[in-house]
């Protein structure tokens, strides 16, 4: 059974970092790609980026509000997935969501939350 | 960026109806389009891939279709646990992106 659990999200302050987790089994993680996606209270889905396997170079992709900000990695000998997040603004507050698969999501964890509020 | 167009953003609808939720996609994205169900408090759901496959284990009462910029979703008989938030999401191009949701409710 596939599963998916992030960690380590909380409050943080405006400017402030956080890296959040993701645990995954249940597949083989090396041969997956990773994607991150979040979704802001009461508010739509949004794609935040990916990161291809390792096989595939490992290259990253990200969506414009968060780049330059975060950075996805992977630790494939510990089947894990990191969203490292940096200058955090008001608005990054959401729940962040790890998926498999670069383009259709079959797979999610059930998110963490990440508050950025003074 | 290409930006997916929901319609309606809500609807009211009773169990047995028959609901359609539209997605237009601001440029040709092909087939490449994905349909989800997001409950509140859960993750979403992938009901249906490049725009018109089930995705195993989904009733049949769901469906999909279209291709280009148009895009349909219906849910041929509303069952009590149809009421949800459904998401389009277009792969064609990065950005990922998604509709900005239909929230079905019951009448």
């Known amino acids: 059974e596939v599963q998916l659990v992030e960690s380590g999200g909380g409050l943080v302050k405006p400017g402030g970092s956080l890296r959040v987790s993701c645990a995954a089994s249940g597949f083989t993680f090396s041969n997956a790609w990773m994607t991150w996606v979040r979704q802001a209270p009461g508010k739509g889905l949004e794609w935040i980026g990916r990161?291809?396997?390792?096989?595939?170079?490992?290259?990253?992709d990200y969506a414009a509000p968060v780049k330059g900000r975060f950075t996805i990695s992977r630790d494939d000998s510990k089947n894990t997935l990191y969203l490292q997040m940096n200058s955090l603004k008001t608005d990054d507050t959401a729940l962040y969501y790890c998926t498999t698969n670069r383009r259709t999501f079959l797979f999610w964890g059930q998110g963490v939350l990440v508050t950025v509020s003074s | 960026d290409i930006q997916m167009t929901q319609s309606p953003s809500s609807l009211s609808a009773s169990v047995g109806d028959r609901v359609t939720i539209t997605c237009q996609a601001s440029q040709d994205i092909r087939n490449y389009l994905n349909w989800y169900q997001q409950k509140p408090g859960k993750a979403p759901k992938l009901l249906i891939y490049?725009?018109?496959n089930l995705e195993s284990g989904v009733p049949s009462r769901f469906a999909g279709s279209g291709s280009g910029t148009d895009f349909a979703f219906t849910i041929s008989s509303l069952q009590p646990e149809d009421f949800a938030t459904y998401y389009c999401q277009q792969y064609d191009n990065l950005p990922v992106t998604f509709g900005q949701g239909t929230k079905l409710e019951i009448k």
């Open positions: 990161i291809s396997s390792k096989a595939d170079a490992g290259t990253t």
């Open positions: 490049d725009a018109s």
